[in-house]
């Protein structure tokens, strides 16, 4: 790859690295795993630099860290051990606080769901390309979306998330 | 309340990131590196391959009255594995869809993804796969094989570049593992993970 387009993709990794890499923290909750997957689709996007578009690159870069994330939370080594005993609430937390911050509780959520809430509302993509990076249909988008709502006030105890059921076009 | 109350809420939780830079020399470096495995991985195949003739053929000339071979002493199945855990949990054995679905959706051009999976979508003891593609132009099937010989893609949605993108891909990805992918594992099911 010639210094123009080492320049161009730099330029463009710049300006999308610090939003992908939100993407990647809100999918995976952990800054480092989030930094591996931000630089693996780095490393895809520069792979493929000289056969796609700037605005077809951010597109194709987040579908690399949707889609890794998912797959991540799909292997046996990171699935929930179901356990008898639940753990304690750390010690001087409120009774009626909430019970998750939104990092946590969105990890309580299966893969895909939280991968269109983060699309949706971290990313602020319509249903439509939600659906085309997820590799889904717009309907288990808007369903997915519902259901994620539904999970994450239950899951957060907090007035906050109410309301948040109408769908963007 | 509206959605603006989880979107603040998100970029609150992202607000205090670590710092991180991502710099271009190091990635161009690590694309070369990926590069090298599939390459090193091709070479590896390929002495598998020629291994595989050059044994068929020695067994072939045994059997056709050739120079008798001397017997080869073959560990004993209690020194090889230890006796299962039945209550472990296994790791992957060998590719896993989802991996493969990562792996396929990287090296699809820009418009295509993979498409919705079947509840039931797994590799086949036989080391092939079938996964849906969603184009511009509407639904369409992936063939994969990975067998002994090498691997391949097929789809009427994809040109052969990308097509011998996604086998390389693919190839690269089985090698991580010690079985190809849809590999039996315990006495007749299939590998869980694939």
New interface residues.
Partial sequence: ?GEDR?GA??EW?QRT??QL??TA??LCGD?HTA?DV??DA???V??RWH???PE?AT??AR??VA??A??RS????RREVPSEVLPDRPSGAPDDGPDY???SALAELPARQRAV??LR??D?LSVDDTA??????PG?VKSSTSRG?DR?RELMRT??????D?E?P | MSDNDLRTLMRDAVGDAPAREFSTPVIASAARARTRRRRAWYGVAGIGAAASVAAAVAVGGGLLGGPALAPVAQPTAAASSPAPDPGAIGLPTSLPVGETVAVVDAELPAGTTVGELAMDAAWTPAGTIELPLATSSGAAKLSIAVTASGCSADSAALGGASLDAIASAVCAAASQYPNPPGTVVDGGSIDPAA
């Fill in positions: 790859m080492d993709f730099t990794a690295a610090q890499r939100g923290y809100l800054w930094d931000v630089q780095l490393v895809r520069y792979e056969r796609i578009r077809a597109s194709y579908r690399v889609t890794a998912v797959d799909r292997r046996p080594w911050d939104v990092v809430l983060v509302f971290f602020d085309r990076v997820l590799g889904i249909t288990t709502l994450l007035p906050v998330l109410a309301g948040l109408e963007k």
